[in-house]
């Protein structure tokens, strides 16, 4: 069974400063990894994934995630956020054995203040 | 109405009542998958439809709760003698894929929020 842990359940941030949100994940098994978000009264939208290859996995809306197995971390990052970034942010894990089920850490909520 | 849709967005119920929660898939897809969202939590999986056939129902909490996709599109959520903590928000998505490909390209509906009083 896997497991994801999101330490910070809020983060704020001024406007054009970066951001990092965190995310370590716990598995036996070879992963895949899903950063989505939820942005106010709307449904999830996938913004990264890894599935293989190259760590460092580049997303919509300027975000990007890298793959860290030796730390079992898949730390999201956007060098200057913006306002309309304010959301609910996911981090998912699922294995890549055919277990065909996302399972998702508890959110960081983005605050951007201007 | 090309994303995924539920219905009803919002449902109050009493304790003990049967509701059931209906989600819409993109057209053609053909991985379903239901999960349920807790106040100040993430989605949590509940069950997963390939086709018309439940893949994997291991996240279903007890046997209050049932899901049905007959024709292969649409599915509905049931849930029997609704408890208080049955309250969330039940999200949809679908995918085009199959097997492992299905969890590669989730779309994920708006949701039913779901309040038993």
């Known amino acids: 069974a896997q497991s994801v842990t999101q330490l910070d359940s809020q983060v704020p941030v001024f406007e054009e400063a970066p951001v990092e949100l965190r995310c370590n994940y716990s598995s036996s098994v070879s992963v895949y990894l899903f950063w989505y978000v939820q942005y106010p009264n709307q449904g999830l939208q996938l913004l990264l994934k890894?599935?293989?290859?190259?760590?460092l996995v580049k997303g919509i809306n300027g975000f990007e995630a890298e793959f860290n197995k030796s730390q079992t971390s898949f730390h999201l990052r956007k060098p200057s956020v913006h306002i309309s970034d304010t959301a609910e942010y996911f981090c998912a894990v699922s294995d890549s054995f055919g277990n065909e089920k996302l399972t998702f850490g508890t959110g960081t909520r983005l605050t951007i203040i201007p | 109405g090309a994303g995924v849709s539920q219905t009803p967005s919002n449902k109050v119920t009493e304790k003990g009542k049967y509701v059931e929660l209906r989600c819409d898939p993109i057209?053609?897809?053909?991985?379903l998958y239901w999960y349920r969202q807790s106040l100040g939590q993430g989605p949590e999986f509940l069950i997963y439809?390939?086709?018309?056939?439940?893949?994997?129902d291991s996240g279903l909490p007890n046997d209050r709760f049932f899901a049905v996709r007959p024709e292969g599109s649409v599915s509905t959520l049931k849930i029997q003698r609704t408890e208080r903590g049955d309250s969330a928000v039940y999200l949809c998505?679908?995918?085009?894929?199959?097997?492992?490909?299905?969890?590669?390209?989730?779309?994920f509906g708006p949701g039913t929020r779901l309040l038993v009083l």
């Open positions: 439809f390939q086709g018309t056939g439940a893949a994997d």
């Open positions: 998505a679908s995918s085009p894929q199959t097997g492992l490909g299905s969890i590669e390209t989730q779309y």
């Open positions: 057209s053609g897809h053909t991985a």
């Open positions: 890894y599935l293989s290859g190259s760590t």
